[in-house]
């Protein structure tokens, strides 16, 4: 059974999600900064880093991304879904967002396909190394509850 979460669990995710972006953000700003500068908000400040509102709007989408989770993912508000469709709409739900804040907050040229392409490679690569971790984090915590109930059957208390 899961402990009931907190908001502080809540705004650990948060902030877990937001140094995630921040640092690549700001590894890409000193790879790519100086010549994306001028082309898009996000390397305004070129190799030097992300400004202040580029930061503030990306844990605004970390809080939308984590609150979007929370509905997908637990019980709270859909019962009976399964988790491969849960998913795809929490995916959904990120994209959509995203393309709100690139839209609304100019974080490059709409009307072009090389950073929409960009956008969405890197989308994809983000979501397989979440994937990838998770799925080893998964599999590390089954092992330690298994090696548990082991310990607990050898003890004869199971």
Known sequence: ???????????????TVFGFTMLTLNLFCRMFGDSAQGF?????L???????PIAFQFLC????????RFVFFTDMFIKKMAIWL?????LTMAIFVIVIFIIVFRWFPVNQWQ????????FVICFIGSYLVMSL????ENKQLEEALQ????????
């Open 61 to 68: 989408i970390s809080a939308l991304i984590v609150g979007s």
């Open 46 to 52: 070129g190799s030097q880093g992300i400004s202040t």
């Open 1 to 15: 059974m899961e402990k009931k979460k907190t908001i502080f669990d809540y705004a650990a995710q948060v902030l």
């Open 137 to 140: 984090k998964e599999k590390l």
């Open 40 to 44: 898009s908000a996000i390397f305004e």
């Open 115 to 122: 950073p929409w392409a960009l956008f969405f490679g890197c």
């Open 151 to 158: 310990r607990l059957k050898e003890s004869g208390e199971a």
């Open 86 to 90: 849960r998913t795809v709409c929490l």
